[in-house]
């Protein structure tokens, strides 16, 4: 009983599989032919479009190399017309040009036959000159060497009577130069002699004269020290005295009326300075110049330019300013 029961559920499964399957089968064909049918539809679509794309481009690229084949034959059309005109051109001038070279050569052929025949008389000429040339080169040959064995005698005596005159000339002129080498000895010696004590000379003057300058240049460094000094307290108190007899205005209730101020000027204030160093020591040196030699003056002028070289002193006074 369980066993028929069994059969049977499991060929009832069976069928009931079968027809559902056989259903699936059907429902996934219908599906599959219906995809199908939409996939052909899509790709027809799209090989449709692809075709139209195709052809624009088709279109567009032979309208293109149309343009440019007719622009490209317009070029070559007026590339040839331009050819032409200049081959026309090139023709003309090429004739006009064998024209002339023509002529050119005709009349060159000319002229050259015309210098040929003209160098050929030419070159007869010369030879026939250079043969009498030869011919009178030969006859002063020959009378050179006629004079040349007449002449020969009186000339070696008259060379030997020169070569004595000038051994004579020779003896007599080395003596005159060497008696005149001594006197120039002496007279250099005497020079020397003379130019050692003019030295000496002028050695002892700048000792004398070093001996009187140096303390005077002392006192007067100390004077312009002192000077200095001085000026500077003059400046001081002249500060001062302005400061207290020259005030500035003060204010009042008053109308302010102008003081009269009797200030030195500037070339006042000038004169009152000490000359420089150089000019103090002029009238010293003219005096000491006009005692001395002239050895004694130029090694004092020497010594005085040195001295005025030399770096003046610094002045430090300072000049009057006005406060107010």
């Not at 219908?30 to 679509?45: G, S």
């Not at 026939?128 to 009378?143: D, F, H, L, T």
């Not at 004269?209 to 140096?214: A, C, P, V, Y």
């Not at 770096?311 to 009057?320: G, I, T, Y």
Request: negative net charge; hydrophobic residues 35%; aromatic residues 4%.
């Amino acid at each position: 009983m369980h066993v028929s029961k069994l059969t049977k559920i499991v060929e009832e499964a069976q069928i009931m599989n079968d027809n559902k399957l056989s259903e699936f089968e059907k429902k996934f064909e219908e599906c599959a032919a219906n995809e199908e049918k939409q996939m052909l539809q899509k790709v027809a679509e799209l090989l449709a479009a692809s075709s139209v794309r195709k052809k624009k481009l088709v279109q567009m690229a032979v309208h293109d190399l149309r343009d440019n084949v007719s622009s490209k034959t317009s070029e070559l059309q007026k590339e040839m017309s331009t050819m032409q005109q200049s081959t026309t051109v090139v023709k003309t001038e090429w004739n006009i040009h064998m024209e002339s070279t023509e002529s050119h050569y005709i009349e060159d052929s000319s002229a050259v036959e015309s210098g040929k025949k003209d160098m050929q008389e030419v070159l007869q000429n010369c030879m026939k000159k250079a043969k009498m040339s030869a011919q009178q080169w030969r006859n002063a040959q020959e009378s050179v060497i006629s004079l040349e064995k007449r002449n020969v005698d009186p000339v070696d005596s008259i060379v030997r009577g020169g070569m004595e005159a000038n051994q004579i000339l020779r003896d007599q002129f080395s003596g005159a130069v060497s008696t005149a080498l001594e006197d120039v000895d002496t007279v250099n010696n005497s020079c020397l002699t003379s130019i050692d004590h003019s030295l000496q000379l002028d050695h002892e003057a700048c000792a004398n004269m070093n001996s009187i300058i140096i303390p005077c240049r002392e006192e007067l460094r100390e004077l312009k020290g002192g000077h200095h000094h001085k000026t500077v307290e003059i400046s001081e108190n002249a500060g001062k005295c302005v400061e207290e007899e020259y005030m500035v205005d003060n204010p009042s209730c008053t109308t302010p009326r102008k003081r009269a101020f009797n200030l030195p000027s500037l070339s006042s204030i000038e004169e009152l300075k000490t000359p420089p160093f150089e000019e103090l020591l002029k009238p010293f040196w003219e005096a000491k110049t006009a005692k001395l030699g002239n050895g004694d003056v130029k090694h004092t002028l020497g010594e005085y330019e040195a001295t005025s070289t030399a770096p003046p002193l610094k002045d430090s006074r300072l000049p009057l300013t006005a406060i107010n």
